[in-house]
């Protein structure tokens, strides 16, 4: 499809997909790398702040649950970490493309797929610092009043902090989709 056809098309699609079509690539894939580890961060932000104050005040209660119940604020700060390897994965597929193939299809389609994937890790993740965190919320409570009960807790824990590596998994999977036309 050639420049004059394309933006013909631009012109008489609705302002959506003129916008769509109109950003350049490159900005969807910033943002998208922007999402993924912003969100991500918010996420594990969250999930801390939810663990850590029934933490502290269940710590009064039994002091003892402290040093252990600190691998649910370890969990969450996981959460964190993933996105920042997800956007640095979605940083090295970034290529530099002549002026001329910008908004060729492939490079709107490497664009989408990078933003896609980023929003993809990074509401993940968000999703992932809340559930780690009001299940690190009840294992500190539960742990103060029944310490049988911190094990079994834990393990729910970790099932929860497994959706924050599915969606990485989904946006690793997602960001192969984005290649870049050659320069030539």
């Known amino acids: 499809m050639s420049a ?3 933006m013909a098309v631009i ?8 916008a ?3 950003i350049s690539p490159y900005t969807f894939a910033a943002l998208g790398i922007a999402i993924a580890i912003g969100v991500s961060v918010l996420g594990a932000a969250w999930g801390i702040y939810i663990t850590g104050s029934s933490l502290i005040g269940a710590a009064i209660k039994a002091p003892r649950i402290t040093s252990k119940n600190l691998i649910s ?13 997800v956007a640095i994965i979605l940083q090295t597929k970034l290529e530099s ?7 060729a299809p492939e490079s709107l389609r490497a664009g989408y797929a990078i933003f896609a994937s980023g929003i993809i890790v990074g509401f993940a993740n968000l999703v992932c610092g809340l559930c780690v965190g009001i299940i690190g919320s009840s294992c500190a409570l539960s742990d103060a009043q029944n310490s049988n009960l911190f ?9 929860g902090s497994a959706l924050g590596l599915f969606g990485v998994i989904v946006g ?10 050659s320069k030539a």
Not at 97 to 103: G, H, T
């Open 4 to 6: 004059a056809s394309t």
């Open 11 to 18: 012109g008489a699609s609705s302002s959506w997909s003129r």
């Open 20 to 22: 769509m079509l109109q």
């Open 73 to 85: 604020v370890i969990f969450c700060e996981a959460v964190a970490i993933y996105g920042v390897i």
């Open 97 to 103: 493309v002549p002026a001329s193939k910008i908004y």
């Open 151 to 159: 094990v079994k807790i834990l393990v729910i824990e970790i099932f």
């Open 172 to 181: 690793i999977i997602m960001s192969a989709q984005a290649t870049w036309p």
